[in-house]
């Protein structure tokens, strides 16, 4: 497929900044990918937790994971000082348990199931699949912080995931 043939706007020379931002970030969304929320402890040790899709897999051997966290969160002085946190991988029909951990500050984890975990750290029940990690290293990145993480457990129960893409939630194609 050529540059041309894409249905996404061009960077126009006369583009501000907030245009041009706006117009990546749409343009970004077209990388479709699953919803997870990452949990953590405060330095008081309540709860905090965040809906992420920057998740990935980094290395096999050793077990090594990233995401990547805004500046401006309002967990971010808990998740780039806590030693411990969990990705959890949502399911299909766990939508409202995405836009719940969206939400800036909200009271997130009066309104799901959870029980404390290794290290006391918080862990939602019913997921498709989790990760508890031992943070690594903070890596900078421009106006978001890489954080890496070493997986020490994992487990799966499977089912359908929550798709992300160009801004809306998806259902898996079939074959
Ligand atoms: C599908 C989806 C994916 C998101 N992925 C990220 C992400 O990777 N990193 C991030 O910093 N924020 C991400 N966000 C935004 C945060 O979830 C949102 O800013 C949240 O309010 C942060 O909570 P806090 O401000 O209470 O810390 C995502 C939101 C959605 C809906």
């Known amino acids: 497929m050529t540059a041309s043939s894409n249905s996404a706007a061009p960077v126009e020379p006369g583009q501000s900044a907030a245009e041009r931002s706006r117009a990546l970030r749409d343009t970004l969304g077209h990388f479709a990918t699953g919803v997870t929320v990452v ?68 009271d997130k984890f009066g309104q799901v199931k959870w029980h404390r975990g290794p290290e006391n750290v918080p862990q939602l029940d019913d997921c498709a699949a989790l990760f508890h990690c031992r943070r690594t290293q903070n890596i900078e990145g421009g106006d978001h912080t890489i954080m890496l993480g070493e997986v020490l457990e994992f487990s799966a129960s499977g089912g359908e995931p929550l798709v992300f893409h160009c801004g809306g939630y998806r259902a898996l194609a079939g074959e």
């Open 39 to 106: 949990t953590t402890l405060d330095a008081s040790g309540e709860p905090v937790g965040m809906t992420v899709n920057s998740f990935n897999s980094v290395s096999l051997d050793p077990a090594l994971i990233l995401w990547s966290i805004d500046r401006s969160s309002l967990s971010y002085a808990a998740f780039t000082q806590s030693e411990r946190f969990v990705v959890h991988v949502l399911k299909g029909d766990q939508q409202h348990v995405s836009n719940l951990f969206a939400g800036r500050g909200a």
